[in-house]
């Protein structure tokens, strides 16, 4: 058995971590795999007469990610991209509280509910449409693809994420109104919850950009043995948010 180390850059979760492992895994040869995604490592261990160091980076490579051994010289990154990707984010965050001054908290929120008529009610639900689109279409896409693998009818699938999706919706909404009617969110309350709130969402987006180690490595993981599908955490994370 040979025990090899691989670079694996462009992960980003640790649902990538099950991606690797299950492409690697089903390599023959492959005795035993272990991906980190905080050190975008892949540690192998293969018998040499079943399989290769190429084909086990061919496998990662195929899933999206750049293969390299541990110990190859790796090219420099590109610091320009990464800079103006600060700097574009920087400048959103100041757009966003330019228009918040300027046309929300002046003028106040605008009352869309009176006289909305039905063609407005059409543009606004395609517009919102995208919205769903972009957050449910990977896992529809997702389940939909390995049930037309397995070579079977996404319909039972399909029922189940609609019914799993609408009792967790409600149960979502009723703990919270319950939570309401025990509690009082004061203005400041919510405004203390609203900045804890924005923390998280730019310590999140921190560790989407792989910017800064110490926000990657904060993901709390659970054991191996009882870890859920990369789908599965990724609605887990989506419900939440």
Known sequence: M??????ARGMHCSGCEHIIEDSVRRLPGVQRVKADYPTERVAVVFDPASTNVEEICAAIAQKGYDCSRDNETEAPRNRFKKLAAVILG??????IIFLDNKFVSAGGVPDVSTHLSYGLILILGLLTGFHCVSMCGGFVLSYTADDARLGQSSYLSHGLYAVGKT?????IGAAFGLLGAVVTFTPLLRGVAAVCAGIFLIIF????????PACVRSDLASPPASRASSANRAAIVTARL
């Open 167 to 171: 009792l967790s919706y409600t149960i």
């Open 2 to 7: 040979h025990d090899v180390n691989f670079r």
């Open 205 to 212: 987006g921190l560790n989407m950009l792989n910017l800064f």
């Open 90 to 95: 920087v400048a959103g965050i100041f757009l």
